[in-house]
């Protein structure tokens, strides 16, 4: 059975010499890999980058539990989000985080639409974004169903807790205007990833938040 579905890219594996699977998140599917072949005969990895949001044809296989994506295509091309290099260096912390955190198989009810809503926000967004990712985090904490109080990220935030307050508190305009240092933003984002690491009983090594540490320090 062939269906075309909407993805969200969230990380890529080599699967031989000349396929990958693609870990995406769907509607349909949750969080899920599709083996994706041909990347000597077009530019397939440029589809690939890390939060691109695609249609592609799906082929169920009833014999294994690794389906296959065909016909790839962008649903919108982000382009804020690839002329930019702070944006693009987001996607790449936001995916990994998508990765780590949501589990193979798991299809949390909206989460999918929340995320795409996201991406278009930050590819849209023109200023003021150096607290999105933080946001994110919270909002992630929420539409994972663990709708924390303020008070439960105090253990993780310690001294930041006002901030934090803040941000749950206010709109999305707003919480871009909180004034922050790289270093508040860093300690905010590993005390963030502590509490969802707590949540869902896993270890959560971001690599890319380095390269946040080193964009927005």
């Given amino acids: 059975m062939e269906e ?6 969230l990380h890529t594996t080599k699967y031989g010499e000349n396929a990958v699977v693609v870990h995406t ?6 969080r899920r890999g599709f083996l994706v072949r041909g990347l000597g005969k077009k530019p397939v ?3 690939l980058q890390p939060l691109n949001l695609l249609e592609a044809d799906v082929t169920e296989n009833t014999r294994s539990n690794l389906y296959t994506a065909s016909n790839l295509s962008v649903k919108y091309p982000l382009n804020g989000i690839r002329s930019n290099l702070y944006k693009n260096a987001m996607t790449m912390f936001i995916s990994e985080v998508l ?20 991406i278009l926000l930050l590819d ?6 150096s607290n999105f990712h933080l946001r994110f985090l919270l909002e992630l904490a929420v539409t994972l169903g663990f709708s924390p109080e303020s008070t439960d990220l105090l253990p993780f935030v310690e001294g930041h807790y006002p901030v934090v307050e803040r941000f749950m508190k206010e709109s999305f305009a707003e919480s871009m205007l909180i004034p922050l240092s790289g270093k508040a933003r860093n300690e905010i984002a590993d005390g963030v990833l502590r509490y969802l690491e707590f949540h869902t009983e896993s270890h959560i090594n ?11 320090g």
């Fill in 4 to 9: 075309n579905t909407d993805l969200i890219v």
């Fill in 25 to 30: 998140l769907s509607r349909r599917y949750g």
């Fill in 45 to 47: 990895m440029s589809l």
């Fill in 99 to 118: 990765f780590r955190v949501i589990r193979e198989g798991m299809n949390e009810e909206g989460l999918y639409g929340w995320c795409e809503k996201n």
């Fill in 124 to 129: 849209a967004v023109e200023s003021d974004f």
């Fill in 206 to 216: 971001v690599a890319s938040l380095k390269v946040l540490r080193e964009l927005f």
